[in-house]
């Protein structure tokens, strides 16, 4: 057996890919999933808390933080912006997964008054084949479909959000 052909290549798993469309401006559509996150991130079931989940808040800067609060005052880390683009694209680790992954946003204008939102969840290799089928705040895990459900409900609930808020005129 050659050097080559022993060599282990390490297993390729698929991101979770969602996309939604708004109809709202790239600029409010972003604006929204950014300043007003906790105001429509459903905490329940996606948050670290539970019922005790009061708030969500995103950072938007590079090396910002994404976490939520706690109605006691805790405050739980979701991850760190590593690429802060506005109004285009932002990218994140992901800490509540067991081993850390990594979350980008893309925030693309289709028209003047149309966007799309894709979601990519990526890095499923550091988690184990256990890991990956336990449950998340959705059932199923990475390998039951449930981070593809979440990021399906999550996306809906920024294009409600997006689409009732009004925009702001110049």
Not at 2 to 8: C, H, K, N
Not at 153 to 160: D, E, K, S, V
């Amino acid at each position: 057996m050659s050097e080559e052909s022993a060599r282990v290549l390490p297993l390729r798993r698929p991101p979770v890919r969602q996309s939604t469309l708004v109809r709202s401006t790239l600029e409010h559509t972003f604006t929204v999933f950014v300043e007003t996150i906790g105001q429509w991130w459903p905490l329940r079931p996606y948050s670290a808390g539970g019922e005790r989940a009061r708030d969500v808040a995103l950072e938007g800067r590079p090396g910002g933080r994404v976490y939520e609060t706690w109605e006691d005052g805790t405050v739980v880390e979701w991850g760190h912006l590593l690429a802060w683009e506005p109004p285009h694209r932002l990218v994140m680790t992901w800490t509540p997964t067991p081993s850390p992954t990594e979350v980008e946003l893309a925030f693309a204008a289709l028209g003047p008054a149309l966007t799309r939102v894709s979601v990519e969840h990526r890095g499923w290799e550091s988690l184990t084949a256990e890991q990956l089928a336990q449950d998340c705040a959705t059932p199923g895990g990475y390998t039951g479909g449930g981070f593809t459900r979440g990021w399906a409900t999550i996306l809906g609930r920024l294009t409600a959000a997006a689409e009732a808020t009004p925009e702001e005129t110049p």
